[in-house]
């Protein structure tokens, strides 16, 4: 069964299906989130979120809508409503003095790339959008055109603004990297 | 070429989403401009940085707790849908119940005002012509006074008492036999009123106007008012009367007989 036909008998009411949605996509949402949150633990909170919004929301999933997309949205949605709760997040920046508390697994400060650190530090002084359009396109290696869907605009667009996020991590990267 | 510009092309190159012609250029560009070969070094190592940064494994527990709190949405989705009313929904429902009702209440009102307002002109109006007809029939000095009174009666809708009583005095008591037959007149338009009806079986004994007592007959006949039988005995056989009202009288009996 594909993800729409999947979503489609949620809506119908048969919930039981959305068990196989969350394998499919816990992964990607987690991964999403922590990338973006810089935190495991949050990202784990906020991914049981996405998929109980699918849940509740499920009337408003549009039938023949990408399912990829509508549940990137609601991602979205919950990170940006848990920054807005919690008024935790200065301006569009992530707290980078606190971040090495905060990084995943594989990120023990002895062993991390320092690569790896430079790049999360140059990431963390983009704005919002463009550290989303980042870790999608390029961590999680969505298409444009799917980007261009989850942020509703054209994939014209999303080219010009993630080369321009790329051109600004770099300058970045290589600031930090002199300090 | 501004940097930007640059940026965008060489991570073009670099993605390989160039064209041969655009690939050319670039290439020259790296063998010929230190700037543009060092961008294109920055460039390649940001995303070459990106792309090795590997995915994460959620925790166990994640999947644990979602897969219970999802049997807690099927089982409240079983449930019997319930409104759940917070103190603002009540608020909210009590608001909108006080204006339809408030609303509805306040245009009752008005317009029960409204009518009781028309009703009563209407009332005072009614008592006003009444009063000026009855001052009519009751001017005893002018004719045409209590004749244009009895006209004006018989236009009305319905009779009170008092009408009845004053036509009534005018049937027997005024000078002129068009007056008293125009109180006649306005008498039969309400001869279905029981007050009436025996307003002119009275009048039929004490009337002593010819022309009006063959009126009187006629009407009371044509009444089917068989009370009146023994009257109209008595007057067809009084000498003193005139015999166009003793035979009227005569005919009324085999009428009603």
Known sequence: MTDEMLMKAVKDGDLQQASLLFERYNKRIFNFLAYLASDRVLAEDLTQNVFLRVI???????????????????SRNVLADHYQGQKRHRSQ???????????????????RDEKEHLLQRAMARLTEEQRQLLVLTRFQHRKYEEVAQIMNT??????????????QLREHYFTLEKI | METN???SLLIDY?????SAADRGKVEQALRSDNAVRMQYEQLREILQAMEQVGEQEPPARMTT???????????????????????????????????VLGGGAGYWISRHQQQQAELEA??????????????MLDNDLSASQRLQGATVALRMDRADNDLITVLARTLTDAPTTNVRLAALDALGKFSHERPVRQALIK??????????????????????EKTILKELHRISTDEQLLNEVKDEAHAGILRLS
């Open chain 1, 56 to 74: 509740r929301y499920r009337t408003s999933y549009r039938e023949g809508a990408r399912f990829e997309g509508w549940i990137y949205q609601i």
């Open chain 1, 93 to 111: 920046f992530i707290d980078v003095e606190n971040m090495s508390d905060t990084l995943p697994d594989n990120t023990d400060a002895a062993e």
């Open chain 1, 154 to 167: 054209t994939v014209a667009n999303i080219k010009v603004k993630v080369h321009r996020a790329i051109g």
């Open chain 2, 5 to 7: 510009d640059w940026d």
């Open chain 2, 14 to 18: 670099i993605d390989q989403n160039l």
């Open chain 2, 65 to 99: 707790s979602f897969n219970a709190r999802l049997q807690e949405e099927i089982r409240a989705a079983k449930q019997p849908r319930t409104i759940s009313l917070t103190p603002t929904v009540y608020r909210v429902a009590a608001a909108i119940a006080l204006l």
């Open chain 2, 122 to 135: 209407m009332q005072r109006e009614m008592k006003a012509t009444q009063e000026m007809l009855m001052a």
């Open chain 2, 203 to 224: 009048a039929l004994s004490t009337q002593n106007d010819p022309l009006v007592q063959i009126a009187l007959i006629r009407m009371l006949v044509d009444m089917k």
